[in-house]
């Protein structure tokens, strides 16, 4: 736990926006494999992926305290914590409040988030050099051109807000989730963005009539669940989810396709797409926040970049 009370002891909070403080499960610090620690402004949320005794929680608690003393003295301190392990689900309201409705932002764009509700906050940390893809992607378009975008496994629509941010025509957003997609309907009023989107609450393999008449896109956005009981399970869903795309992106338009399995590499997505989607060229894979960094690169989250043929001359 000491690499963890030695990145309490140091951290920096001036940043704005939300991210993550440490990543033990990145396997950078032995010891700490089941610690991370993510900034909400103005919240503090720990996530321990092991059962934790309260003898820990009070020196990591005594800690945060001290740190947050110095840096905002006269201030409250707001932590969370959350344990993860497997057969438990226990998050805590340590210390001061969580503000309600919670809105964090990244690079300017407004998100909200529940720290204190599920797993899931709402907005994935790891994922922000995605966002930052899509954005420059799309602001990379004339204006004048009519771009397209399809996101699939939308969740709360972060991908949604960023490419409309940048100029794209129209978005759709689809996701089985009503409350995920009520969500991201706010996020996107939260931006000023009332026009330009749509939400279908759908299961995403029996919507597809619907998606392909929508099309095609210049921008394909994947980003399943890795396991989803009833709705996705990446080892068998994967390869029907990926042979939709040639038929859905536009001449030259681009995939992003994602994946945060663990125990599945680059090879297995590659291995899809080669079989699955020939015609589409690999481009690039993008790399996560340097915070998320991992002694195992292929156990951390994959982005990977596809591009589809352009238009015969």
């Given at each position: 736990?000491?690499?963890?009370?030695?990145?309490?002891?140091?951290?920096?909070?001036?940043?704005?926006?939300?991210?993550?403080?440490?990543?033990?499960?990145?396997?950078?610090?032995?010891?700490?494999?089941?610690?991370?620690?993510?900034?909400?402004?103005?919240?503090?949320?720990?996530?321990?992926?092991?059962?934790?005794?309260?003898?820990?929680?009070?020196?990591?608690?005594?800690?945060?305290?001290?740190?947050?003393?110095?840096?905002?003295?006269?201030?409250?301190?707001?932590?969370?914590?959350?344990?993860?392990?497997?057969?438990?689900?226990?998050?805590?309201?340590?210390?001061?409040?969580?503000?309600?409705?919670?809105?964090?932002?990244?690079?300017?764009?407004?998100?909200?988030?529940?720290?204190?509700?599920?797993?899931?906050?709402?907005?994935?940390?790891?994922?922000?050099?995605?966002?930052?893809?899509?954005?420059?992607?799309?602001?990379?378009?004339?204006?004048?051109?009519?771009?397209?975008?399809?996101?699939?496994?939308?969740?709360?629509?972060?991908?949604?807000?960023?490419?409309?941010?940048?100029?794209?025509?129209?978005?759709?957003?689809?996701?089985?989730?009503?409350?995920?997609?009520?969500?991201?309907?706010?996020?996107?009023?939260?931006?000023?963005?009332?026009?330009?989107?749509?939400?279908?609450?759908?299961?995403?393999?029996?919507?597809?009539?619907?998606?392909?008449?929508?099309?095609?896109?210049?921008?394909?956005?994947?980003?399943?669940?890795?396991?989803?009981?009833?709705?996705?399970?990446?080892?068998?869903?994967?390869?029907?989810?990926?042979?939709?795309?040639?038929?859905?992106?536009?001449?030259?338009?681009?995939?992003?396709?994602?994946?945060?399995?663990?125990?599945?590499?680059?090879?297995?997505?590659?291995?899809?797409?080669?079989?699955?989607?020939?015609?589409?060229?690999?481009?690039?894979?993008?790399?996560?926040?340097?915070?998320?960094?991992?002694?195992?690169?292929?156990?951390?989250?994959?982005?990977?970049?596809?591009?589809?043929?352009?238009a015969a001359q």
């Open positions: 736990m000491q690499a963890l009370l030695h990145a309490i002891a140091s951290m920096d909070i001036s940043s704005p926006d939300a991210c993550r403080l440490f990543h033990g499960r990145g396997g950078l610090y032995p010891g700490c494999e089941q610690w991370s620690l993510d900034w909400y402004p103005p919240v503090l949320v720990l996530t321990s992926f092991k059962p934790v005794s309260e003898d820990e929680l009070a020196t990591i608690g005594a800690a945060l305290s001290a740190r947050w003393h110095t840096l905002s003295p006269g201030q409250a301190l707001n932590w969370v914590f959350q344990c993860r392990a497997e057969g438990l689900a226990d998050t805590r309201l340590m210390a001061g409040t969580v503000p309600e409705p919670h809105v964090v932002t990244e690079s300017g764009t407004r998100y909200k988030v529940h720290v204190l509700r599920g797993q899931n906050h709402g907005l994935f940390l790891d994922m922000a050099e995605g966002r930052r893809w899509v954005r420059d992607y799309v602001a990379a378009h004339p204006k004048t051109y009519a771009l397209r975008v399809l996101n699939l496994f939308a969740y709360t629509c972060s991908f949604s807000v960023v490419a409309l941010q940048a100029g794209a025509r129209h978005v759709v957003n689809v996701d089985m989730s009503q409350g995920a997609l009520a969500t991201g309907q706010q996020n996107h009023r939260l931006n000023g963005i009332e026009s330009g989107v749509s939400f279908l609450g759908h299961d995403i393999f029996k919507t597809w009539g619907k998606i392909t008449r929508s099309g095609p896109y210049d921008l394909v956005l994947l980003d399943p669940p890795s396991y989803q009981k009833g709705s996705f399970v990446a080892t068998k869903d994967y390869a029907r989810l990926v042979r939709r795309l040639p038929e859905l992106l536009a001449p030259g338009g681009h995939a992003l396709v994602c994946l945060n399995a663990p125990e599945l590499d680059t090879a297995f997505l590659k291995g899809h797409m080669q079989e699955q989607a020939p015609s589409l060229e690999f481009v690039q894979r993008l790399p996560n926040p340097a915070v998320f960094a991992d002694v195992e690169p292929e156990r951390a989250l994959k982005v990977l970049v596809y591009k589809a043929e352009n």
